[in-house]
């Protein structure tokens, strides 16, 4: 299988990227970046652009998009919107249009309509892939995820502090997820052919 890797960076899509270069399933991978990644494999072919030309994108039969940023790295709600909503429906319509089949989308717990600007972006992802005839489309919705991040976020580590001292109290669906099982899902799920619309809360999350 040919696999499309858009935020390979990120704490999720690193993940992703050292589990899909492992596995014999992936005949390569593509991971276009803003920066050249840090890592050579022959199965790797990383692209490096500013996505403002999408014409580095290649054809693919899976796309696993883990692409995000935060309100505070964006800078506005405008400029989150425009990343997390409008930047991963173009791409995701660029990739169907050249002929890729399952697209499998790192969302979040509690995406839905609302006031809340992060879970209704994510539901309105959510929604937009769902639209564009997609054979196979899965939406993950991890909690809190666990892991060591080069920029604070001061609301995730409060929330994991919490989650650290409350423990089995909190109910499974609330707890924090490893960002290596939340890849692991990812990417088991983009090599099923079932095709469909799915969605996988957090306490399903894992290998």
Known sequence: ???????????????????ALKNEQIESVIAPTRKPLDLIHPKLTNPVTDFSNLSSLED??????????????????????????????????????????????????GARPGNNLYLRTKFEVEQGIEQMGFKRVVHVRPSLIKTVRAERRLAEELGLVVSSILGPLIPKKFRPVEALAIGQTLLQESLKDRPGVFIIESEKIGP
């Open 60 to 109: 693919c039969d899976a796309v696993i998009c883990a692409l995000g940023t935060t309100l505070k790295k964006a800078g506005s709600a405008e400029a989150f919107v425009k990343i997390d909503r409008d930047l991963v429906l173009k791409l995701a319509q660029t990739c169907y249009e050249m002929g890729a089949k399952t697209f499998i989308l790192n969302s979040s717990l």
């Open 1 to 19: 299988m040919k696999l499309l890797l858009l935020g390979a960076t990120g704490a999720v899509g690193n993940n992703v990227l050292h589990l």
